[in-house]
Nanobody, 127 residues
Framework: QLQLVESGGGLVQPGGSLRLSCAAS????????IGWFRQAPGKEREGVAC????????HTAASVEDRFTISRDNAKNTVFLHMDNLNAEDTATYYC????????????????????WGQGTQVTVSS
């Protein structure tokens, strides 16, 4: 089993930046495609950014592709989401997930798939 723990959320002013971390423990981390998802109250869960097992391929949602960057460090069992120029619409609970199946990064984000999910970290963008 894989355990995922998100960190790095918080309150930030519009235009600010945050870096979220997803730390994994348990099974072989590099066997999993990892994704970041978010869900705001009253809205559906959205696939924000996903990254392939070795980190060579990424998929980022059109709504954030010029502001968010996903990366991973398999030596540290950690995936990062760097978020710039945040705005109020980015306010949500952010979750990371791991998919051990034959999925691409794009497929994971679009299908919102995942075998394991973290508990989430809250990001609030407000002045």
């Amino acid at each position: 089993q894989l355990q995922l723990v998100e960190s790095g959320g918080g309150l930030v002013q519009p235009g600010g930046s945050l870096r979220l971390s997803c730390a994994a423990s348990g099974l072989s981390f590099d066997n999993y495609v990892i994704g970041w998802f978010r869900q705001a109250p009253g809205k559906e869960r959205e696939g924000v950014a996903c990254i392939s097992r070795r980190g060579y391929n990424t998929h980022t949602a059109a709504s954030v592709e010029d502001r968010f960057t996903i990366s991973r460090d398999n030596a540290k069992n950690t995936v990062f989401l760097h978020m710039d120029n945040l705005n109020a619409e980015d306010t949500a609970t952010y979750y990371c997930a791991a998919d051990g199946g034959p999925v691409t990064a794009q497929a994971m984000c679009v299908q919102k798939s995942g075998d394991y999910w973290g508990q989430g970290t809250q990001v609030t963008v407000s002045s």
